[in-house]
T-cell receptor, first 114, second 115 residues
Framework: SQELEQSPQSLIVQEGKNLTINCTSS?????LYWYKQKYGEGLIFLMM?????EEKSHEKITAKLDEKKQQSSLHITASQPSHAGIYLC??????????????FGQGTILTVHP | DTGVSQNPRHKITKRGQNVTFRCDPI?????LYWYRQTLGQGPEFLTY????????KSRLLSDRFSAERPKGSFSTLEIQRTEQGDSAMYLC?????????????FGEGSRLTVL
């Protein structure tokens, strides 16, 4: 089965700083998703990447999938307190019949100090 | 806002009792998913439905767990003879089968505490 490892497990930054969260897979990724979760709440979709070398941005968040499709990074520029939360990467299983059956990493807890 | 709705939000029960969670997906979504999340971990897939058909179940879903989506709209997840290890957040998500982004819309979850 596919496993996803996220690093770091937690991150504390000062407002305005840039940061990067990594997600590494034990197998080739066929669809890599980034979600954000506020503590005790549901997940909010951020971005999906499918092609090697693909990069997507939304506001101050950029996600990339490497050429080998085994690692993804999430970069936040000029962090704000509103970026605080748990960031989760999720992978679609190869050959799966449902896009929604995902294997998630353990999450990265981001704290942004004003 | 007619997002995914889950009830109850919190449930505390004694070991051995049965509990049932309900999920109301976004109305036009034909796919519905259940995930379980324990503290400090990412969500784990349990099962999913396309309309009323349960298409896949994880090995995590023991015979004490049963999920239904009788009319292809809301879904229920029942846990019989609860154990302390069942304590977790149970998340429901929905999506459109034809969606190209693969985005899942999650509810806020139902937190179960088994004493």
């Amino acid at each position: 089965s596919q496993e996803l490892e996220q690093s770091p497990q937690s991150l504390i930054v000062q407002e305005g700083k840039n940061l990067t969260i990594n997600c590494t897979s034990s197998k080739t990724l066929y669809g890599l998703y980034w979600y954000k979760q506020k503590y005790g709440e549901g997940l909010i979709f951020l971005m999906m990447l499918q092609k090697g070398g693909e990069e997507k941005s939304h506001e101050k968040i950029t996600a990339k999938l490497d050429e080998k499709k085994q690692q993804s990074s999430l970069h936040i520029t000029a962090s704000q307190p509103s970026h605080a939360g748990i960031y989760l990467c999720g992978a679609q299983n190869a050959g799966g019949t449902s896009y929604g059956k995902l294997t998630f990493g353990q999450g990265t807890i981001l704290t942004v100090h004003p | 806002d007619t997002g995914v709705s889950q009830n109850p939000r919190h449930k505390i029960t004694k070991r051995g009792q049965n509990v049932t969670f309900r999920c109301d997906p976004i109305s036009e979504h034909n796919r519905l998913y259940w995930y379980r999340q324990t503290l400090g971990q990412g969500p784990e897939f349990l099962t999913y439905f396309q309309n009323e058909a349960q298409l896949e179940k994880s090995r995590l879903l023991s015979d004490r767990f049963s999920a239904e989506r009788p009319k292809g709209s809301f879904s229920t997840l029942e846990i019989q003879r609860t154990e302390q290890g069942d304590s977790a957040m149970y998340l429901c998500a929905s999506s459109l089968r034809t969606a190209t982004t693969g985005e899942l819309f999650f509810g806020e979850g139902s937190r179960l505490t088994v004493l």
